[in-house]
């Protein structure tokens, strides 16, 4: 494989125009070519990117590889470790202290008694776009304020505060901003939930902040935990339900086949996940040396993981570029694989298979009120892929 080892020299800035919903051409040709490129990342450091299924699994399955923050060996300065609670950049045996209180709040059985409530933020949302109709963006109609609610809710964030939080977490999540205004946005929502804590700690309610607040965890550490949970409760689930519907627009075979089963629903949900995997590639360093894919990745060497190839590795899935809801899409790597495995994939299935179905139920008739190539995709730079605002009509 070395004599004819593939380098992708940069992370792709744009995706092909008229493929919103497929990897960049630089990652799918990287793949192409074997699932293991030479990589030098944009500090110079060199480094690997893998894009095929098996060895991005592989990686994320192997205790040689660290998630922590301070070890990224991407810039030419060290990186200062992950703050208190923000378990995402972190290793064992910090990362089990803040994860293990929360993996009973979040189990699958937990999360299938929120369905009731999810389908009544559901139906409001899709009666206040019903009311205003028959346009609707359905970014802020629909795709944002069923998670955010939700998250929220289970956060114990007042409702009248979600607004300008969203904002601060859209600000520096999205990619666009300049680092002195993601700074700012990121040291506000900081804060604020410095500020929540505290509110909790005095007053518990009914959530799961409240409940940690009964353990021994320090202050800071439950704001960074909370951090984590929001960004990620608001930013993933919103895109998957945005991006997922304008995929289904635009496969109308599929699109129908959905509305004449609803059952379909849970491998749809499934195969929208592994289609758009809007949560693109994640990093791991080498602890030591390491052999992936027969080559040697040396110890403190940073690999970049392609989930967004892998999720579309031939070799895993036949004819992967074809979004088909009879799919069985069943492993696939959009919430990740390992000890990091998404804490919240079971609320993002309740929330997608909840809101695809009722609105589709709903607006028979849904479809692009522009052309498709006007949707505004988020740009490569946002940490999740989707679309800045979906505008969608149908039939009174």
Request: with cysteine; charged share 25%; net charge negative.
């Amino acid at each position: 494989m070395s004599e004819s080892l593939h380098t992708v020299t940069a992370l792709p800035a744009e995706r092909r125009p008229g493929c919103p919903f497929d990897p960049p051409a630089e990652l799918i040709e990287a793949r192409e070519h074997g699932p293991i490129s030479r990589y030098t990342h944009p500090g110079g450091k060199p480094g690997w990117m893998i894009t095929g299924y098996d060895l991005v699994r592989s990686v994320l399955a192997d205790s040689r590889f660290s998630a922590r923050k301070d070890l990224l060996n991407v810039v030419d300065f060290e990186l200062p470790p992950a703050p208190p609670g923000e378990f995402l950049l972190m290793d064992e045996p910090q990362h089990g202290r803040y994860r293990k209180p929360l993996v009973g709040k979040f189990t699958a059985r937990r999360m299938r008694l929120l369905t009731e409530r999810v389908e009544q933020i559901t139906a409001e949302c899709l009666d206040a776009m019903e009311q205003a109709g028959p346009t609707a963006d359905l970014v802020t109609a629909f795709a944002k304020p069923i998670p955010t609610i939700i998250i929220c809710e289970l956060l114990g964030v007042p409702y009248e505060d979600r607004d300008s939080f969203q904002e601060q977490i859209d600000t520096f999540m999205g990619g666009e901003t300049n680092d002195e205004d993601l700074i700012a946005a990121y040291t506000a929502t900081q804060e604020y939930l410095a500020q929540l804590v505290a509110a909790k700690r005095a007053k518990p309610t009914d959530d799961v902040l409240s409940e940690l607040t009964d353990s021994d965890l320090t202050d800071e550490e439950l704001k960074g935990i909370s951090l984590i949970l929001l960004a990620a409760g608001f930013d993933t689930t919103a895109n998957m339900l945005s991006l997922g519907t304008f995929a289904l627009l635009r496969n109308p075979e599929q699109l129908a086949a959905l509305r004449a089963d609803p059952t379909l629903v849970d491998q749809a949900v499934e195969e929208l996940l592994r289609y758009l995997t809007v949560a693109k590639s994640f990093m791991r360093t080498a602890l030591e040396d390491v052999e992936v894919g027969g080559q040697l990745i040396e110890a403190g060497t940073t690999v970049v993981l392609s989930y967004n190839t892998a999720n579309r590795d031939p070799e895993r899935y036949p004819d992967p570029h074809a979004l088909d809801l009879g799919r069985e899409a069943g492993g696939h790597l959009a919430f990740g694989h390992g000890i990091h495995l998404c804490l919240g994939a079971q609320l993002a299935r309740v929330e997608m298979r909840v809101a695809f179905t009722a609105l589709l139920g709903r607006f028979p008739t849904l479809r692009l009120a522009v052309p498709a190539e006007e949707v505004v995709l988020r740009p490569e730079a946002a940490d999740i892929h989707g679309v800045k605002s979906l505008p969608v009509t149908w039939d009174v």
